[in-house]
Structure formats: C-alpha cells, structure tokens
C-alpha cells in the first residue's frame, strides 16, 4: 500500500515557493534551528520520526545527463519528508495543533498556503500537494518510535540486571526479577500491526488484501 510500511507513514509533499521569496524561508529556518525552543510542540510529539523541511531553488533541480533539458521554472519549491506512526489524519491535526504558528511561518510564502487553522482547507492543501511513496522500505515496520525508545530503555535494563544478579542465590534472583518486570511492564509493548484508526483505512486495508490473494 502506498505510503505505508507496519506502523509507519511516509509523507511526501512538494509546495511552489515564490523563488524570491526563499531568502525568509531560509532565514526562519536557520533561527529554528538554533533556537530548538521555537519548535518544542514539534519535539515532543512522539509519533513522529522526523520532519524535515528542503528548499530547491528553481535553477538547481538535478539534472540525470547532460542531454537533459535544464528547468524552466517559475518557482522554487519547498519539499517536506516525514514518517510517523498512527494516520494521515491523526498526524497533520497533532502537526497544527502542536506548533500552528510554526507551520505559518513554514509555509506562509508558499503559493495558495490558507494557514493551519481552520483545519479542512489545510488539510486540503496537504492531500493536493502530497507525492504518493509508491515504494517505502522500513527496517523495523512493526515498531512505532516508541517501541524503539521502550526496546532501549529493556537492553539497559537487562545489562544492569545481568550484572548485579547473575550471581545471587535462586530466591534473591527471582525477587529481583519480579521487580524488573514490575518496573518495565509499560515498556513491553507487542509487535503488531496498530487497531483498524478508521473504517475507510479499514476498507482500504480490506481491498488491497483481497488483491494480493487473487
């Protein structure tokens, strides 16, 4: 399925920016950078594995050969990869309702932005510009960003485990183990595919099934 591997989404979306607008664009994302505090709301929503934002200028699209005609452009184009867990929908509201400002300042240059709020034309303006990933490898596709932080926190633990029990008596080390499991029961999450988040993904899930078993 399009954009999707287990757990994972894949965002593709291309936006016309006026080329010479892309000075300010630039300019704010140099200050969000330096000033990771402007996009707090972003850092701490832990469905998403990362966001990034790219500026092409429109002289500067690769060329594959020499004998490619250059780009005739009218204008640049601001490009933004993400992958995250959960749906389309479920992200781009957490997006807007995590740094709306933010997202304004983002893609306020872009050509026909309508601003994050209200959330129907932003949505629209998203679904429009978005580039289907037809092809979407991921290495632990059952693993949201949270199975991956808990499977950290389990190895440290069990190291330490290991070290400061290996060697104690069959009653002292079952008492220790008992409390590691108490203490990492909210880490032990199952590898599995997410519960159906909306009938129509549902459908979609359904119908693409019942192609690949005839």
Known sequence: MSNIAGKAYAMNVITPIRWYMVWINRLIFKIALNRPSTLKGLITLSLIHYARWVIIPRNAFPRLDE??????????????????????????????????????????????????????????????????????????????????????????????FNAVSSDKAPDDFLKDYNKLLNDLQLQLGEMKPTPIVSLSSYEVKKRYEQTQTH
């Open 67 to 160: 004998n490619q005609p250059k780009e005739d452009l009218n204008y640049a184009y601001m490009l933004f990869f993400s992958n995250f867990n959960g749906s389309w929908d479920q992200y781009v509201d957490s997006f807007t309702f995590a740094i709306p400002a933010g997202l304004d300042l983002f893609w306020k240059w872009n050509v026909r932005y309508p601003k994050s709020v209200p959330l129907t034309p932003f949505h629209n303006y998203i679904r429009h510009n978005q580039i289907d990933t037809a092809h979407y490898y991921n290495a632990y596709p059952m693993a949201a960003s949270n199975d991956v932080k808990s499977a950290k926190k389990v190895k440290k633990a069990l190291i330490d």
